[in-house]
């Protein structure tokens, strides 16, 4: 199902905008023999086909700027006030036409936050590494100081390509990890990167996916904090939130993880997301004692809509218990 929706995604467009319609017409024609049926299917068809517009044309074209503060004893003091941008989702296959401005809305809004670091938190993709070309020069231009640290989502895995040819999948996903390097990014595939303010040091470190169920399984934490000892500072970049409680926590010393995947549902009607029925965490900031997890709605999606979830990027400023406020 998820395959037939990456793949069939501007079919699935028009069959949102047409039912409501074709719904509509047979309201009409039955409405003097069955007039309360007729209101009640005309006013469902009316209401149904204004929501998908407006979420599809004017929510999902919209980006908001969040921001978010994380204290810790464990962060050197040298990195008090520290600023990390976090977007995520982006799903380039769905950027094409008018919501090529959304990501240039995107990249312009994170490099006017003058990050210290950026960090993606996967799913760069929707199924083909080719999808990246029109937007490669643009994404080449954000810039932090300290460089921009990337791990991939479950749709960068060539997950969601024809796999009856082994040889396709494993050049789609060799090209798909080419991207981030082409682009300037340093990706993370269960490794670490130091940050340092003179003696002073941080760590970015990044899983590979480390989902549930159909989603690929190739977290390693120990390979991703292979050689670090307990009294470091890490910053864990995991796309997939649900490894937080089954393998961050329990296994590491990680104090935050920055995470995506949920798109925050694409859908928020009175502080409900359907997003809450699959995932214990799911949009915003989560803490289990100082131990923290965000989770970023991200930017874009495989189907270009959203309702009350709008897109963002994260602004995570670090603040360290040391210093005497």
């Known amino acids: 199902m998820v395959k037939f929706i990456v793949h069939h995604v501007y079919l699935i467009d028009w069959l949102c905008l047409l039912l409501p319609c074709l719904f509509i017409i047979v309201a009409w024609f039955i409405r003097r023999r069955h007039?309360?049926?007729?209101?009640?299917?005309?006013?469902?068809?009316?209401?149904?086909?204004?929501?998908?517009?407006?979420?599809?044309?004017?929510?999902?074209?919209?980006?908001?700027?969040?921001?978010?503060?994380?204290?810790?004893?464990?962060?050197?003091?040298?990195?008090?006030?520290?600023?990390?941008?976090?977007?995520?989702?982006?799903?380039v296959g769905s950027m094409n036409g008018r919501r090529q401005e959304l990501l240039r809305r995107t990249v312009d809004s994170i490099n006017a936050q003058h990050p210290d670091a950026v960090v993606f938190t996967g799913d760069l993709l929707n199924a083909s590494a080719d999808e990246a070309e029109p937007h490669r020069q643009l994404l080449s231009t954000i810039k932090a100081p300290d460089g921009i640290y990337s791990v991939l989502g479950n749709h960068d895995y060539a997950e969601y390509i024809d796999k009856s040819d082994p040889a396709v999948v494993n050049e789609q996903l060799g090209r798909s990890r080419a991207i981030h390097y082409e682009l300037g990014w340093h990706l993370l595939c269960n490794a670490w990167s130091k940050i340092r303010r003179d003696s002073a040091s941080i760590v970015i470190a990044g899983m590979e996916n480390d989902g549930e169920g159909r989603f690929p399984q190739l977290g390693d934490h120990n390979a991703a904090l292979y050689g670090l000892g307990r009294d470091v500072f890490v910053v864990m970049l995991e796309h997939d939130p649900t490894s937080w409680r089954r393998r961050i926590l329990p296994h590491t010393h990680v104090q935050l993880t920055l995470s995506g995947h949920t798109h925050g549902g694409q859908l928020n009607l009175f502080g409900w997301s359907p997003a809450s029925l699959r995932y214990h965490e799911h949009d915003g900031m989560y803490y289990v004692g100082e131990r923290a997890l965000n989770v970023s709605k991200g930017v874009g999606g495989v189907i270009p809509f959203r309702l009350g979830a709008k897109g963002e990027i994260v602004v995570i400023t670090l603040k360290s218990k040391k210093v005497k406020q």
């Open 35 to 91: 007039q309360r049926w007729a209101a009640a299917i005309g006013t469902f068809s009316i209401a149904a086909l204004l929501t998908y517009v407006y979420g599809r044309y004017y929510d999902a074209m919209q980006l908001e700027v969040r921001h978010v503060e994380y204290a810790s004893a464990d962060l050197p003091e040298a990195f008090d006030g520290y600023r990390i941008v976090q977007f995520s989702d982006i799903h």
